[in-house]
């Protein structure tokens, strides 16, 4: 009877697993009696080892920590300071001076400034037409002319009456009338010499001129136009001299006075120095702030114009700081913080993260408010890149 196929293929299959099993059991046997540390049977067990020392600050068996930078050290210093308040403010002219005409009703016939101009005190800005005050001076001193004939008659007149007045030839009436007729002419001999002078105080008024030294810092003055009296012509920033309006609160201003430095600074333009002038006299009650006037002289030779945003500091006086180089800070999350360095012998080292709080700044320097006490060690540079509880290398200048 023949064995079915399927019978054969199982007998076969259970054949080569018994074979692969007997293989693996040898391999395993072979390999435990080539260990070391491998005891033979019946013999005592070995020693056990010894682990190594355990790095300070690290737990036993555990390797040592591997510093996270090499950095330097520097040490929070206490000086003195400049003690300086800061203000916003704009520049303005001193005094600004309005030019106009003094007549009315004359042509603008010159126009011999522009914006910007440097002008002299009693300089001709502008003429205006002088024709029709030309015609009546010459009328008035006709009138002029006619009037000191007239007083002269007159004179002679009163004059020969005074001399008959003791024989009778003329009543006391007409010796009356002849000296009223002096008096009138003489009355009017003055009155043409005044409108003489009013002409020609006007003739003058035709030369528009300089009220003082300084900048032409606006024209409305047009040729041709016809002016009325009193109208604007030019605007004049007097001697050219600059003011700082400072905008400080009403508790800053109590810090100030007149005579304190400043040093203002426009952006765009430069930098000059000043001096509190006079502080306001009223604090304005929608901002509460007031305004401290600061004179500038030397203002329009920095490029300081009229106008122009300026941010200035008031020295007053000096104080002592605690100070930090800047790179020795690190801003996260809108904070300061500082890596201040435990006590070591070696070259190794552990930070811990101190939160401080900023102040003033000077050159590469920063003012510790608080958080820091004076000759503490904190990390010079790379404070960015360190965690608290960071071990570094500390490397000796």
Not at 229 to 257: D, H
Request: proline share 5%.
């Amino acid at each position: 009877m023949t064995t079915p196929l399927f019978l054969h293929r199982a007998i076969r299959a259970l054949t080569i697993a018994c074979a692969l099993g007997v293989g693996l059991a040898g391999a395993a046997a072979a390999q435990t009696a080539n260990r070391p540390d491998a005891a033979a049977p019946g013999a005592p067990p070995a020693a056990a080892t010894t682990p190594h020392a355990a790095t300070p600050g690290t737990a036993a068996g555990a390797p040592a920590p591997r510093p996270a930078l090499s950095v330097t050290l520097t040490r929070a210093e206490r000086a003195q300071w400049p003690l300086r308040m800061s203000a916003n403010g704009s520049i303005a002219a001193w005094q600004e001076a309005i030019i106009g005409a003094e007549i009315g009703g004359l042509r603008l016939t010159e126009v011999r400034v522009a914006v910007g101009d440097v002008v002299r005190r009693g300089q001709v800005l502008a003429v205006l037409s002088a024709e029709t005050l030309e015609a009546e001076q010459a009328q008035v001193r006709a009138a002029l002319a006619e009037a000191e004939a007239t007083l002269a008659d007159a004179r002679a007149n009163a004059e020969r009456a005074q001399q008959v007045a003791g024989t009778g030839a003329l009543s006391v009436q007409q010796i009356a009338q002849y000296q009223t007729a002096e008096k009138t002419a003489q009355a009017r001999l003055q009155s043409v010499r005044a409108q003489l002078a009013a002409v020609q105080l006007r003739l003058r008024f035709t030369r528009v001129l300089a009220s003082d030294d300084g900048v032409i810092s606006a024209r409305a003055a047009t040729l041709g136009a016809v002016v009325a009296p009193g109208q604007e012509l030019f605007r004049l920033i007097r001697r050219n001299r600059l003011e700082w309006r400072a905008e400080v609160t009403a508790s800053e201003l109590g810090r100030l006075k007149p005579g304190t430095p400043v040093l203002v600074t426009a952006e765009g333009a430069g930098t000059a120095a000043g001096t509190v002038r006079v502080l306001g006299p009223t604090v304005d009650p929608q901002s509460r702030n007031a305004l401290v006037y600061v004179d500038l002289p030397d203002a329009a030779r920095r490029g300081l114009r009229p106008g122009m945003f300026a941010r200035g500091e008031f020295g007053l006086g000096e104080q002592a700081a605690l100070s930090l180089p800047q790179e020795a800070v690190a801003l996260r999350d809108g904070f300061a913080y500082v890596f201040r360095v435990a006590p070591t012998e070696g070259d190794q080292a552990r930070v811990s993260r101190v939160k401080v709080q900023l102040g003033r700044r000077a050159e590469n320097r920063v003012e510790i408010v608080s958080g820091l006490k004076a000759d503490d060690t904190v990390v010079a540079a790379g404070a960015a890149f360190l965690a608290d509880g960071d071990v570094v290398r500390v490397v000796r200048r």
